[in-house]
């Protein structure tokens, strides 16, 4: 990989992709659609870190009337991240997303693919989509041919985009679509679970758990899923749908215990009636994704925790002001 577009590339993933790519050797192009009022003040890919920031170059772009054709010169590796929907409304820096405040968010995925076909060079796409596909309901551990949920509009959108990008395929472009199980760590949005909670803890405001705090979550760590993501971008396997998760079931409670004991035993809870939260997501196989990427999680959930905690703690958020990049504009 040598000259890498990465969409989505102003969110939590996206912004640490592009510093590992960059920290790799690799010149990145990054791309994201932002509202014209939102706050434009990026940090450089290569923000706390000693990277050449003149490898890394920012555009934003309205997909749904441009597409990417202009930005893919020499470009032979691709990361899709724009079209990933979370568990929080949005991880970019900026609060309003032009095309993901809309029912279908397949919608830059679409045009991407639309971009392909007049690509003259070999292109590997890595297609990154959610474990929001599966549902609340799904069979723990989670395989990638469990059926994918209906009933949920998002599901649905998550499910047409990974067929557009798979669909892609041809004597040029190879595809794999990457599902992320929840990701965590510094620098996630402040609209995340876990900062929101921790932030909680750190204000000494009350935390309300639903039922027992029984529910459990795949919690996978930013490091460790930026690492699934590059191993998936040098692969060339072409079809394949993989999961990445943490490999790991953490019950809400046990996650609070953690948060109490690196606040010094003290945490404020208020148990409720609710039998069922949104702490909730399943367990990710990862057998597919140990077999065909030989990924497995190296950060533990405590250690992973830990360094979040203390860069919330320690005020390490300012640095996500400290730097901006240039950046071009095409609406």
Not at 6 to 27: M, Q, Y
Request: with cysteine; glycine share 8%; hydrophobic share 40%.
């Amino acid at each position: 990989m040598n000259k890498i577009l990465v969409t989505g590339a102003t969110g939590f993933v996206g912004k640490t992709l592009c510093r590992a790519l960059l920290d790799r050797g690799a010149t990145v192009v990054g791309v994201d659609a932002l509202d014209s009022n939102a706050s434009i003040d990026f940090p450089s890919a290569g923000e706390a870190s000693d990277n050449d920031v003149s490898k890394y170059s920012l555009h934003l772009i309205d997909f749904e009337k441009h597409g990417v054709n202009s930005l893919l010169d020499g470009v032979d590796t691709i990361f899709h991240i724009a079209d990933r929907a979370t568990d929080n409304i949005r991880e970019s820096s900026a609060r309003n997303l032009v095309h993901f405040n809309k029912p279908d968010c397949a919608s830059s995925t679409e045009s991407l693919v639309k971009s392909l076909r007049d690509v003259k060079h070999p292109v590997r796409l890595v297609h990154v989509s959610s474990h929001l596909i599966y549902g609340q309901n799904a069979v723990a551990p989670v395989l990638e041919t469990e059926r994918c949920s209906r009933k949920n509009g998002r599901a649905r959108s998550l499910r047409r985009a990974e067929n557009l990008a798979l669909g892609c395929s041809n004597e040029l472009v190879s595809a794999i679509c990457v599902r992320l199980f929840p990701v965590y760590g510094p620098m996630e949005p402040s609209s995340s679970r876990t900062r929101r909670l921790i932030n909680q803890i750190l204000n000494n405001e009350t935390i309300v758990v639903a039922g027992q705090g029984t529910e459990v979550a795949d919690l996978t760590y930013i490091d460790d899923a930026v690492a699934g993501l590059v191993v998936a971008g040098e692969n060339r396997l072409n079809g394949m749908t993989v999961n990445l998760g943490g490999g790991a079931r953490v019950s809400q409670l046990e996650y609070l215990d953690y948060l109490r004991d690196l606040n010094g035993g003290v945490i404020k809870l208020r148990f409720s009636s609710e039998s069922r939260g949104k702490w909730h997501t399943p367990l990710a196989s990862l057998s597919l994704a140990t077999k065909v990427l030989g990924f497995k999680p190296v950060v533990g959930f405590m250690e992973g925790l830990a360094n979040e905690f203390d860069w919330i703690r320690g005020g390490v958020m300012s640095l996500t002001e400290s730097r901006s990049v240039g950046h071009s504009v095409l609406k």
